[in-house]
C-alpha cells in the first residue's frame, strides 16, 4: 500500500512538471503579452514599456523566466496577478467555492441519472426507453455544452421566466433557495455530457454483470428479484465505474470551464479564461497547476476507493 | 389443467419442452422430457454438451432466459412441504421465488465464478438464510458457520469473513453446497458440480454430497457426462442426447444391459484398468453432436449409429418405449440388438 502511494506520488510529480513544461511554452507562444494593456495608455513610450517589461522579468529569457516561476513555486510563493497584484492562491481561492459547487453538484446529478439511465437501459435492452436513451446519449456528447447553456438560457430564463440566466446568487438576496435555482440550469448542462457518458459505460458494465454466474446463483438461491438487481447486478458493475468517475474529472473540469462561461458564474473556469485574454501568466499557470493537482487527487482517490470497495484488489 | 401427480413423486416432469428464438432461428434444446424423481432418490442425468441436461435443470426452476428469447413447455410438477402437487412452470413469479433455494436448492458447475467476488462467505450463505427463514443477524451468522462446518469447511467461524477468491475451487463448491443445504431442500440438482474440479477433490465432493442426502434424505438430480460418476452415485440414469431423453433406466440394468446404442457407445468409450486384457484401443462414438438448429428427421443419433438402418432409422423420431418395468428406451432397433442380432 506505502509502495503503491510511493509510486503514484513519484509519477504525479513528474507529470505535474511535464504539465507547467508544457504550459508555460504554449502560454509564451500565444501572440501578444501582458505589455498589451500598457500599450493602450496615452504618453506610453517604447521606453518605458521597456522599463515595465524588466520590472515584470519580461525581458530575460524563456528559460530564465520559467526557472524562476518554477523555483518560486515549488516553496509555494505562487506570484501575483498582472492585473489586481493579488496573490495568485488567493485569486484562485476566491473562485474555488463556485466551480466546486458546480462540479460537485453536476456530478451527483450525473452520477445518480447515468447510473440510473445505464441501469435501466440494461435491464430493459432494446426497448423505448433503452433507445431513446442510446439516442439521447449520442445528442448529448455530439452537441457541444456551449450551445446547449444557450438553449438552457433561451427556453428557461428568456422565453418561461422560471429560471435566472446566470450568475451565482441574486445581489440583495442570497437565500439557500435564491443560490439553488441559479445552480440548476448550469449544474445541469455541465452533468449532460457526463450523464450521457455514465450512462453508456453503466449500460456495457450493467450487460455484462447481468450474465455472471453469481447472479444466476443469487437467483437460484430464492433471493428477491429486487435484491439480486442492488446487491449482486449493480454492485459489481459499479466497482469498475470508479475508475470512469477518476477519469471523468477533467471532462467535468474542462466543462466546467464551458459553462461558467455561458452562465457568467464567477468560478475559476472564468478567471481561467479571462486570465487568459489578459496573458495573466501567473493566474493562468497557477489554475494550470492546481486543476492538474485536482485531476491527480481525483485519480488517486479513485483508484483507493476501488482498492477498498472490490476485496480481490490489493494495491502494492 | 390436469394437477395429476404419482403420488410417491417429490419431482414429476411432463413433456418438457425449450426453445431458444435467435437471430440465427429456432432452437429445440429440449423435447418431450418427462421423468419423476422419488424422495430421497438420485437420478442421473447424462450426456454430452449441448444434449439439454443443463437446460433441464434450469427449466425446473425456471431460471432460463425470460422469453421471448426462450419459451418453455410442458408441465413441472413439485411436491409441496405440506405434500401439496405445486405446478411450478404455472407458479406466480413469487411463489416460485420463495421454493427456490428452500425447497430445490441447485449448485453449479463453475465454483469459481458462481460466488459473487466482493462478498463475504459468511454474507452469500446469510443472504440464503435470511430470505428463507429470516432471523437476527447472529443467529443467521451462527447458522452459516454451522452449514460451513457441516460442508467440512475447516475453521468456519473464521470462514464467514473470507472472500470467494481467498478459497480454492474445492472449498467454494463446498460453499455453494452449504448454501444450497442452507434451508433444508427436498430436492437439490447438481448441475455438474465436480466437472471444473480436480479428481481428488472431486471425489471429496461426491462423498460429501452422498453423506450431507444420506443425513438429510434430500433427493438428488445429478448432472454429469462422467459415467464413472455415474456409476458411483446414481440410483436411476437418464441418458439424453439431442435435447431428447434416448434411455432411462436403473444404474445396474443401465451398465449392464444398455438398451440404446448410444448408452452403449457412452460405455465403451470410459477408460477402464484392466489387468488381464490385452491393450485395447479405447473406443469413440464417431461423428459429433448434431446441429440443434438442424436435427435430422429420424433419430438423433441415426448419423453416428453404427447399427443404423437406413430409411428407417433416419425416417421418423422413435418413440421412448417401455422395454422393462423402469426401463425406457428410443430406439426402434432396441430388440433385435437386445436378441443379438445386429443387423
Redesign the interface.
Known amino acids: 500500500m506505502s509502495r503503491f502511494l510511493f509510486h503514484r506520488l513519484a509519477q504525479y510529480l513528474v507529470l505535474l512538471w511535464l504539465v507547467s513544461v508544457i504550459g508555460f511554452a504554449v502560454l509564451h507562444l500565444a501572440p501578444g503579452g501582458p505589455l498589451a494593456q500598457f500599450t493602450l495608455i496615452p504618453g506610453m513610450t517604447a521606453e518605458q514599456l521597456q522599463v515595465i517589461a524588466h520590472q515584470m522579468g519580461l525581458d530575460r529569457p524563456l528559460p530564465v523566466q520559467y526557472w524562476e516561476w518554477f523555483r518560486r513555486m515549488m516553496v509555494g510563493e505562487w506570484g501575483r496577478s498582472y492585473r489586481d497584484s493579488q496573490p495568485v492562491l488567493y485569486v484562485i481561492g476566491a473562485h474555488l467555492w463556485p466551480t466546486l459547487e458546480l462540479m460537485l453538484s453536476s456530478s451527483v446529478v450525473a452520477v445518480l441519472l447515468g447510473t440510473w439511465v445505464g441501469v435501466l437501459g440494461a435491464i430493459r435492452r432494446y426497448s423505448v426507453f433503452d433507445y431513446l436513451a442510446t439516442i439521447g446519449a449520442m445528442v448529448a456528447l455530439s452537441i457541444p455544452t456551449f450551445w446547449f447553456g444557450l438553449v438552457f438560457i433561451y427556453i428557461f430564463s428568456v422565453k418561461l421566466a422560471w429560471l435566472p440566466p446566470g450568475n451565482l446568487y441574486t445581489i440583495g438576496d442570497g437565500s439557500f433557495l435564491d443560490y439553488a435555482r441559479h445552480l440548476i440550469a448550469p449544474c445541469l448542462v455541465l452533468a449532460l455530457v457526463t450523464i450521457a457518458i455514465w450512462s453508456r459505460y453503466m449500460r456495457a458494465s450493467m450487460l455484462e454483470v447481468v450474465n455472471q454466474d453469481y447472479v444466476r446463483t443469487a437467483r437460484a438461491k430464492g433471493v428477491p428479484e429486487r435484491a439480486v438487481l442492488v446487491h449482486h447486478t449493480i454492485r459489481n458493475a459499479l466497482l469498475p465505474m470508479i475508475t470512469i468517475a477518476g477519469l471523468q474529472l477533467p471532462t467535468l473540469l474542462s466543462g466546467a470551464l464551458v459553462t461558467e462561461t455561458v452562465f457568467t458564474w464567477p468560478g475559476m473556469g472564468r478567471l481561467f479564461l479571462d486570465s487568459i485574454g489578459y496573458r495573466d501568466y501567473p493566474v493562468v499557470m497557477g489554475i494550470l497547476m492546481f486543476s492538474a493537482m485536482l485531476v491527480l487527487i481525483g485519480n488517486l482517490l479513485a483508484d483507493l476507493l476501488y482498492a477498498v470497495s472490490d476485496p480481490r484488489i490489493r494495491l502494492d | 389443467m390436469i394437477t395429476a401427480m404419482a403420488p410417491d413423486a417429490l419431482l414429476q416432469v411432463d413433456d418438457l419442452a425449450v426453445r431458444f428464438h435467435g437471430d440465427a432461428g429456432t432452437v429445440a434444446a429440449l423435447n418431450g422430457v418427462s421423468f419423476t424423481v422419488r424422495p430421497g432418490e438420485t437420478v442421473a442425468l447424462v450426456g454430452e454438451s449441448g444434449s439439454g441436461k443443463s437446460v433441464t435443470s434450469l427449466a425446473i ?1 425456471r ?1 432460463t432466459p425470460p422469453p421471448p428469447g426462450c419459451r418453455v413447455t410442458g408441465r413441472v410438477m413439485l411436491r409441496g412441504a405440506a405434500g401439496e402437487a405445486l405446478d411450478l412452470l404455472a407458479l406466480p ?1 413469487e411463489a416460485m ?6 425447497r430445490i ?2 449448485i ?1 458447475q ?1 465454483p469459481m ?7 463475504t462467505i459468511g454474507d452469500q450463505i446469510a ?2 438464510i435470511a ?2 427463514r429470516g432471523g437476527a443477524r447472529a443467529a443467521v451468522l451462527d447458522a452459516a458457520a454451522e452449514l460451513l462446518d457441516l460442508v467440512g469447511i475447516p475453521e468456519p467461524r473464521a470462514r464467514l469473513s473470507a ?1 470467494p ?1 481467498h478459497l480454492s475451487g474445492g472449498m467454494r463448491q463446498r460453499v ?1 453446497i452449504a ?1 444450497a443445504l442452507s434451508c433444508d431442500p427436498a430436492l437439490l440438482i447438481a448441475d455438474e458440480p465436480t466437472t471444473a474440479l480436480d479428481v481428488t477433490v472431486q471425489a471429496q465432493i461426491l462423498d460429501l454430497l452422498r453423506r450431507l442426502q444420506q443425513r438429510t434424505g434430500m433427493a438428488v438430480i445429478f448432472i454429469t457426462h462422467n459415467l464413472g460418476v455415474v456409476a458411483e452415485i446414481a440410483d436411476r440414469v437418464m441418458v439424453m442426447y439431442a435435447g431428447r431423453v434416448v434411455e432411462q433406466a436403473p444404474r445396474r440394468a443401465l451398465f449392464r444391459s444398455p438398451l440404446m446404442p448410444y448408452t452403449a457407445g457412452l460405455l465403451r468409450s470410459v477408460p477402464r484398468l484392466q489387468v488381464t486384457a490385452a491393450r485395447v484401443a479405447l473406443e469413440a462414438i464417431p461423428g459429433n453432436v448434431p446441429d440443434p438448429t438442424d436435427l435430422p428427421p429420424g433419430c438423433a443419433f441415426a448419423p453416428r449409429c453404427g447399427h443404423v438402418q437406413v430409411g428407417r432409422c433416419d425416417a421418423a423420431m422413435p418413440a421412448l418405449e417401455v422395454a422393462e418395468p423402469d426401463h425406457l428406451v428410443r430406439c426402434l432397433r432396441w430388440r433385435d440388438l437386445a436378441s443379438g442380432t445386429p443387423g
Open positions: 426452476m431460471l413469479a421465488r420463495s421454493l427456490r433455494g428452500s436448492a441447485m453449479f463453475e465464478t458462481s460466488l459473487n467476488p466482493v462478498l443472504e440464503a430470505v428463507h472472500y477468491h455453494m448454501i
